[in-house]
């Protein structure tokens, strides 16, 4: 029966949506699967439906519950189960748990940025210690070295020792430290940023980003600027990341 | 006449250089220019009962909805013109000339509510009018004289299209539409000078002080890509609206000769809205890159920060609209005698566009609950969050583009069937063409994307598009060869199911919708500043409205606008009942 096959072939899609929440822990946002079964759903239902035929076929166990006069009683059983059901996934779907937060983990960066004494435009900002890179690798090296003896003064008791996000701390906090490992951090950032970030923390983080309760510190009242700098150049060598840049 | 029409198309090319003239004379004359005015609450003047950024917003809206569509019309039109004359068709002129009627009403309430949003500005926000016609001014005298030449040629070219129907007439009639178009799409590059200049300012400092130069300022870094973005995707605008007119004339047509003409009304003109779509989203990176380039600040705002939710919301818009696109297309098979043998490939090519737009609209930074965070220690998930970034929507997108591709040529091969020697090697090179492109699609996105740093990645976008239409072309010139003996069988038009005319209406009704979107997240980025950087916004009304109003703002204006379509198509069919319009 064809709204059988469409049915089962919904579920199935659902069910591999599922999957890596039952099998592996990291689940699927729920908020997400809603958004994917609702055009998988509507897919299914558009392949079905491009010939009268297919869709009369479709639709006819639904016409035949509304419309024959020998399945009352399912039609009432139906419609009584329908809106209990309804009612039921509604007060189960809600007041249980907390709402769900849409938080910009990487909110915009203002323009211009105050710390040391002097105004940084971030538009404009780079690394001071990047052109080293390639004039001098040899003190380029130096610089990445003294970059992760600050880090690992300072930001692997959250950010951990592989730059995963799993420190020690990491269990605690709430939002989790961000790993800089992978190409969806850092990588896709400009390394004014970083600094912006690492230099204001959470306390600076804009409303924008809200809710804002990163746990990280401000660290322009911990390092220098120049610390601040190095500590970006590990951050990137480390990874193997490279920062977004437009040249 | 033909003078007119011949001036006009060098006009268009030469423009810039017209411009620079007219900007090294305001140059050598210039005066001093004060700085940007810095502006208290008090300096904006307040109308009891009216949200003055409501008002402008509305009214831009409007405006830009009305213009995209009176610009968009009359391309489409001079297309179906040509393609009347080359073809020797009829049908092509008579449908042209139908929707040139249907535009006309439009056109007037285009000027109705450019003059309302002109009074929004002057009255509510006089201080920024006052700074950018100081810098502007000339452009904006350039503008009311190639509005005149606008109205001038289309209704010379709406009452002209019977008397010059014939012989040289109707290559001079072509000659009056190519002068519309030239001098509307003029007009469209001479407000988005104002508009980008408004989100990147060109030619002054950083106090706002003009340096004399307007064509400095006009060439602003958003300049180009806003002007190809929005030249393009009027087309597929205007080829989208006249489908959902074409639908509707289709489900109320009284019998099957109307319903016949009506149906290949709707499939021509979402061809023109489709074949437009291809190269849009490319349009469109590009408008985002320069963006990013500019302001790291103004491209997280849109693509990473706070209107991220809203691109998921454009990806879904326009996800929905290459899947209607491909249902009607799927519809459509049954037109054809031979329609039946591609139903089977139909859920495989729906799975692909399906997978494609799934990935297109997975969100970087997810909705999660507590206990789904905590799961996943963080705000992206280990195996989405790669899905989330653009060498992931990159691949997704040209895929997608591919596969309605290939649905249209499953349409075509409906009727035809081919007769050279070659066709079943013909067939496996195109299979070979896709598995290549596709590959090389994947490994392009996958590389570049992941692996390099951002200047490739963003440039590996190029060579992506660059397959994508390679294989478009290539397909098209072997099928050309491929069926130029074929045997084909009558197309039966108007008997394609009703529900295909409301897929028709879906797109129409997306395009809308995200060009409403759209427009408020582009002006939105400038944040609370009226001019970028230089020129701060004030008011009571500088913040940026929640996603959720911003949305609710847009389908309202979405509504409104579609209801007034609806009202146009009305009108059109009384009066072509009538017979009104058809002297």
């Known amino acids: 029966m064809r709204l059988v096959k469409f049915i089962l072939t919904c579920l199935f899609f659902y069910l591999l949506l599922k999957a890596p929440g039952f099998f592996w822990g990291k689940p699927v946002p729920a908020s997400l699967v809603s958004m994917y079964m609702f055009f998988i759903v509507i897919t299914v239902l558009l392949v079905m439906t491009i010939t009268d035929e297919g869709a009369k076929k479709l639709f006819a166990p639904v016409r035949a519950l509304v419309e024959d006069p020998s399945k009352k009683l399912i039609r009432n059983a139906v419609f009584v189960i329908l809106p209990i059901a309804a009612a039921f996934l509604a007060y189960d779907g809600s007041g249980k748990t907390p709402p769900s937060e849409l938080r910009a983990t990487h909110p915009a960066p203002p323009a211009l940025a105050r710390a040391y004494g002097k105004t940084f435009d971030l538009t404009k900002l780079e690394n001071p210690f990047r052109k080293i890179e390639k004039q001098d690798p040899e003190a380029f090296k130096d610089l990445v070295k003294e970059g992760g003896e600050v880090y690992f003064k300072n930001c692997f008791f959250c950010h951990g020792d592989k730059l995963d996000g799993h420190g020690h701390l990491a269990h605690a906090l709430e939002p989790k430290p961000l790993p800089f490992t992978g190409n969806d951090t850092i990588a896709q950032l400009q390394e004014s940023y970083v600094f912006w970030r690492i230099l204001k923390g959470g306390p600076g983080l804009p409303r924008e980003g809200g809710p804002s309760i990163s746990a990280m510190p401000a660290w322009e009242n911990e390092l220098t600027e120049e610390e601040v700098w190095k500590v970006i150049l590990f951050l990137y060598d480390y990874t193997g990341n490279t920062s977004r840049s437009w040249s | ?583």
């Open chain 2, 1 to 583: 006449m033909l003078t007119a029409a011949f001036a006009a198309f060098p006009l268009f090319f030469l423009l810039p250089d017209i411009f620079s003239g007219c900007f090294v004379y305001a140059a050598e004359t210039a005066r001093a220019f004060g700085p940007a005015p810095i502006l208290a609450p008090g300096d904006y003047p307040k109308v009891t009962g009216v949200n003055p950024r409501m008002f402008v917003w509305m009214a831009a809206q409007m405006h830009l909805w009305f213009a995209a569509f009176v610009l968009a019309v009359p391309i489409f039109v001079l297309l179906l013109e040509i393609a009347g004359v080359i073809k020797k068709d009829k049908r092509y002129d008579k449908v042209a000339y139908e929707f040139l009627r249907v535009s006309l009403t439009a056109y007037s309430i285009t000027a109705i509510t450019g003059g309302l949003l002109l009074l929004g500005l002057i009255v509510f926000y006089p201080d920024l009018m006052k700074y950018l016609s100081g810098i502007f001014g000339s452009t904006m005298l350039l503008y009311a004289l190639f509005f005149f030449v606008e109205s001038a040629a289309l209704y010379l070219y709406y009452y002209g299209w019977k008397s010059m129907s014939a012989g040289n007439l109707k290559w001079a009639h072509i000659g009056v539409g190519l002068l519309l178009n030239a001098s509307g799409t003029t007009l469209m590059f001479i407000a988005n000078a104002w508009v980008t200049f408004m989100m990147t300012p060109a030619g002054v400092d950083i106090a706002g002080v003009f340096d004399g130069n307007i064509w400095h300022a006009v060439r602003n870094h958003l300049w180009g890509p806003m002007n190809l973005h929005r030249f393009i995707a009027n087309i597929a605008y205007g080829g989208s609206i006249v489908a959902a007119y074409a639908a509707y004339r289709f489900l109320g047509a009284k019998d099957n000769t109307e319903k016949a003409h009506y149906d290949w009304m709707g499939y021509t003109a979402n061809l023109v809205a489709i074949g437009a779509l291809l190269p849009l989203p490319f349009a469109g990176y590009w408008l985002t890159a320069e963006i990013y380039a500019y302001s790291q600040q103004m491209g997280i705002t849109l693509m990473g920060g706070l209107f991220a939710w809203l691109f998921i919301i454009q990806a879904v818009l326009i996800g929905a609209l290459f899947l209607a696109a491909n249902y009607y297309l799927w519809c459509g098979l049954g037109r054809g005698v031979n329609g039946e043998r591609y139903y089977k490939y139909v859920k495989y090519i729906a799975f692909v566009i399906a997978a494609t737009f799934l990935v297109w609209f997975t969100p970087h930074t997810l909705i999660l609950t507590p206990e789904e965070a905590s799961s996943l220690g963080g705000q992206y998930h280990p195996l989405l969050g790669p899905l989330g970034l653009m060498p992931a929507k990159n691949i997704a997108v040209n895929i997608m583009l591919l596969f309605t591709f290939l649905s249209f040529l499953l349409y075509r091969r409906a009727y035809r069937t081919p007769t050279v020697k070659w066709a079943i090697t013909g067939t496996a090179v195109e299979a070979a063409l896709f598995t290549a492109a596709i590959a090389n699609i994947i490994w392009l996105g996958v590389y570049y994307g992941y692996f390099t740093n951002s200047v490739y990645k963003v440039a590996s976008s190029v060579p992506q598009v660059a397959t994508t239409l390679f294989v478009i072309v290539a397909c098209l010139v072997i099928e050309y060869f491929m069926h130029r003996k074929a045997e084909t069988t009558e197309l039966k038009w108007g008997s394609v199911p009703d529900r295909s005319q409301y897929a028709l209406f879906l797109i129409a009704v997306s395009f809308t919708w995200l060009m409403g979107l759209m427009g408020f997240v582009r002006s939105a980025i400038r944040q609370h500043w009226h001019v970028y950087s230089v020129m701060r916004h004030n008011s009571p009304d500088a913040f940026t409205p929640s996603i959720a109003y911003a949305a609710k703002t847009v389908s309202v204006g979405t509504i409104i606008f579609m209801a007034i379509i609806a009202f146009i198509f009305w009108l059109s069919h009384i009066g072509q009942e009538s017979g009104a319009g058809d002297e």
